[in-house]
Antibody, heavy 121, light 107 residues
Framework: EVQLVESGGGLVQPGRSLRLSCAASGFTFDDYAMHWVRQAPGKGLEWVSGISWNSGSIGYADSVKGRFTISRDNAKNSLYLQMNSLRAEDTALYYCAKGDAADIINWFDPWGQGTLVTVSS | DIQLTQSPSFLSASVGDRVTITCRAS??????LAWYQQKPGKAPKLLIYAASTLQSGVPSRFSGSGSGTEFTLTISSLQPEDFATYYC?????????FGGGTKVEIK
């Protein structure tokens, strides 16, 4: 069974940094692209970033470009999101999702349960 | 970036009703569209990909159609477990945008 378990969320002050992690199991991690998607409280889904199987292709939403960095460690079956210069509008539940193929441009299945990031002073 | 507009944003329906949700893209995306279902407090779940292909394990009352700029998700006979929010997602560019969502509630 595929499992995705996010961690690293919490309360952080504006302007500070946070690093999210996603531990993957139940599939061959380095065969698939991986993604981060967020959902602000009571709002819809927003794709944040994606990374191809070998980190050769990476994409970001305009809202996080230059502040967030996605990475993966295939040896550890783990996905990461380094979030710098955090803003109040980054407050959201952050989901890790498995792509359906090696490249970024593919649907997401399954998703983890999310980790909550709250940016507030 | 490609924008996706879902309509309606909210609908109230009864068990057994046929329900149709529309997703319009700001430019043509061929069949590069997916649909997800999200229940309160849960992660989204993939229902349909490539505009019309049902994900394994998803009930056959769900169907998707369309190509280019207009797409639909249809639930042929709404069941109690289908009350949820539905999102479309375009897969045509490196900015994998979602629609704003359609919340389906019990009438």
């Amino acid at each position: 069974e595929v499992q995705l378990v996010e961690s690293g969320g919490g309360l952080v002050q504006p302007g500070r940094s946070l690093r999210l992690s996603c531990a993957a199991s139940g599939f061959t991690f380095d065969d698939y692209a991986m993604h981060w998607v967020r959902q602000a409280p009571g709002k819809g889904l927003e794709w944040v970033s994606g990374i191809s199987w070998n980190s050769g292709s990476i994409g970001y939403a305009d809202s996080v470009k230059g502040r967030f960095t996605i990475s993966r460690d295939n040896a550890k079956n783990s996905l990461y999101l380094q979030m710098n210069s955090l803003r109040a509008e980054d407050t959201a539940l952050y989901y890790c999702a498995k792509g359906d193929a090696a490249d970024i441009i593919n649907w997401f299945d399954p998703w983890g349960q999310g980790t909550l990031v709250t940016v507030s002073s | 970036d490609i924008q996706l507009t879902q309509s309606p944003s909210f609908l109230s329906a009864s068990v057994g009703d046929r329900v149709t949700i529309t997703c319009r893209a700001s430019q043509g995306i061929s069949s590069y569209l997916a649909w997800y279902q999200q229940k309160p407090g849960k992660a989204p779940k993939l229902l349909i990909y490539a505009a019309s292909t049902l994900q394994s394990g998803v009930p056959s009352r769900f169907s998707g159609s369309g190509s280019g700029t207009e797409f639909t998700l249809t639930i042929s006979s709404l069941q109690p477990e289908d009350f949820a929010t539905y999102y479309c997602q375009q897969l045509n560019s490196y900015s994998l945008t979602f629609g704003g969502g359609t919340k389906v509630e019990i009438k």
